[in-house]
């Protein structure tokens, strides 16, 4: 199975290759067009800022490519976030693959801390996807998207908020299954044997 990672100027890839690595998998981190297409699944994590990371998939015509993607594809973190059509995050267009726009968080109480950051729990919505109901995963970020028709799984942190993303062949976490221990790791093999 061929795995590719998709390669921009955001952080924390690493940490998604050595997850990967330890189920087995050698994926290769890229930003050519045609590896990405020809991969049997596609994971595109990463930590950032919206506007700049848009603006490295326009320049190098990455945009075009993820949206049209056929296989499975994962968006983690910032790659949810970058998934829907509009964050508050530098008022940046994304991909628009989930018709949803991305919100800041805005603390209504003292106890209420930005980033979002540390473990929570998610609960799952219909099927939940590759989510485990009422799980916990590892969090940070200040933005979030919206509880919305294409949510899989839901968490509480200040308003209610999407956890997890599901449309066709497109699947997204807010959370970072590579920092969620043996919960994420199930995660990332459910994605792995998802039927192509």
Known sequence: MKVAIVKYNAGNVYSVVHALKRLGVEP???????????????????????????????QHGLDDVIRSLR??????????????????????????IFPVDVMRFRPTRHEDKVPHMGWNEIRTMGDGGLIEDRSFVYFI???????????????????????ALRKDNFYATQFHPEKSGAVGERILKRFLELPS
């Open 71 to 96: 296989q499975p594809v994962l968006g983690i973190c910032i790659g949810q976030q970058l998934m829907c059509s509009h964050s508050e995050e530098g008022d940046t267009e994304c991909l628009g």
């Open 28 to 58: 290769l981190l890229t930003d050519d067009a045609e590896e990405l297409r020809k991969a049997d699944r596609v994971l595109f994590p990463g930590q950032g800022e919206a506007s700049q990371a848009m603006g490295y998939l326009r």
């Open 141 to 163: 970020h200040s933005f979030y998207v919206p509880v919305c028709e294409f949510t899989a799984a839901t968490t509480d942190y200040i308003v209610p908020f999407s956890a």
